[in-house]
């Protein structure tokens, strides 16, 4: 029987070999056949899976490249998250022929039309650009035959559902619509079922393809005023790099500041920054000039920075859902990663309501002599046994 990566056509076979992939994930197995045999999809499965190769693919081998017409469109709610997907297209369609383009808010709006006079044949981009382009008729969609909604359930929020709709129905009438998530709410699979024609819907829970690594998950306890304390703490730890969450974006370039005062390797990235500025910061902790990066929630989407250590949730995440995502972030594809929490008594109560929902084991920590420690004899003493 032949694998599904043995179907593709010839230039995704050749990137699949270097790449050394072994077989398929869960997701890609599950959602390719679907995508290529036309169907409507909406997927669910966790950070880390693959789920950006299990549209990507398909929609490569369906692209025609000697029509020089626009034929798929694919969705993200963040520019980070598209120049991620775009880096993926231009390696997996190497010498394919098959050209892209990228349209973000925040872009020069000139230079993004230069990028339509070479008739890319996949737009990738932001909705709200998108759509911009689209009623301008800058962007012709009456040959897009599939639309692609990245991190869907982030799509489908108030803020850009009418966008998104608008960009749906301007496609063919005949179009393939197929939405991926970590994570579905009931309201978003509904929202999603509007959107699409008698959808095939797939759930991975978990994927057994994948080398599972060790992601232990542990919290401190402190009065809200310790918390940027515990974070240099965790900033001064070797060899680590870290993803730090924040809610309030007013508050994001003050923390920044203060370790960078203590002379600690610490950037920054939301949504509100420079286009080229949120790119720098992306690089710099990809390439290791930065160890922490201080991010709101624009980082925890969808991105795969390889080698995150830790994630720390500096504010307690507003909901289980954000939790997942923002943790997803470190052991990523069978790698090794740690999870800290810095909570309140309150948030304490609240992050083990989490655990027990989401089955894990979340334990507490202190600082001792610069290092993270167990706080308690007992503690210990299950540590050595383990």
Not at 60 to 73: F, P, R, Y
Not at 253 to 260: E, F, N, S
Not at 295 to 308: E, H, N, P, S
Request: net charge positive.
């Amino acid at each position: 029987m032949l694998n599904i990566q043995e179907t593709f056509k010839p230039f995704v076979q050749n990137v699949w070999e270097k790449s050394g992939f072994k077989q398929p994930t869960s997701i890609q197995e599950a959602a390719i056949p679907a995508i290529l045999d036309g169907r409507d999809l909406i997927a669910e499965s966790p950070t880390g899976t693959g789920k950006t190769l299990a549209y990507l693919l398909p929609v490569l081998e369906k692209i025609d490249s000697s029509s020089i017409g626009l034929q798929a469109v694919v969705l993200a709610s963040s520019q980070e998250l598209i120049m991620q997907v775009y880096q993926e297209f231009q390696k997996w369609s190497e010498g394919s022929g098959i050209r892209g383009a990228t349209f973000i808010g925040g872009a020069n709006v000139k230079r993004q039309l230069e990028k339509l006079k070479k008739k890319p044949h996949i737009a990738f981009g932001t909705p709200g650009r998108m759509n911009e382009l689209i009623k301008q008729k800058k962007i012709k969609m009456h040959e897009v035959k599939m639309v692609v909604l990245d991190e869907g359930d982030q799509l489908l929020v108030r803020e850009h559902i009418g966008q998104v709709e608008d960009i749906v129905k301007s496609s063919l009438k005949s179009r393939q619509v197929v939405l991926f998530s970590a994570t579905m709410k009931p309201e978003t699979e509904e929202m999603a079922k509007r959107l699409t024609e008698n959808p095939e819907v797939i759930r991975i829970k978990k994927d057994t393809s994948i080398e599972q690594g060790k992601v232990e998950h542990i919290y401190f306890s402190c009065e809200p005023r310790e918390k940027l304390l515990l974070l240099e703490k965790i900033a001064r730890l070797q060899n680590i790099k870290t993803l730090a969450f924040i809610n309030d974006i007013t508050e994001i370039g003050v923390i920044t500041a203060k370790l960078q005062f203590k002379e600690l390797s610490a950037g920054l990235l939301h949504s509100e920054l420079d286009k080229t500025v949120r790119q720098k910061a992306i690089k710099d902790f990809r390439d290791g000039k930065i160890n922490m990066l201080v991010a709101t929630d624009v980082a925890a989407r969808g991105l795969d920075i390889q080698g995150v250590t830790h994630v720390v949730h500096v504010d307690f995440p507003r909901d289980i859902e954000q939790y997942i995502h923002r943790s997803g972030r470190t052991g990523r594809m069978g790698a090794d990663g740690t999870v800290i929490s810095l909570v309140t008594e309150r948030e304490e109560r609240e992050l083990k309501i989490f655990a027990k929902k989401l089955n894990l084991s979340v334990e507490k920590r202190i600082f001792y002599k610069g290092q993270i420690a167990v706080d308690n004899i007992r503690q210990l003493e299950r540590a050595k046994r383990k």
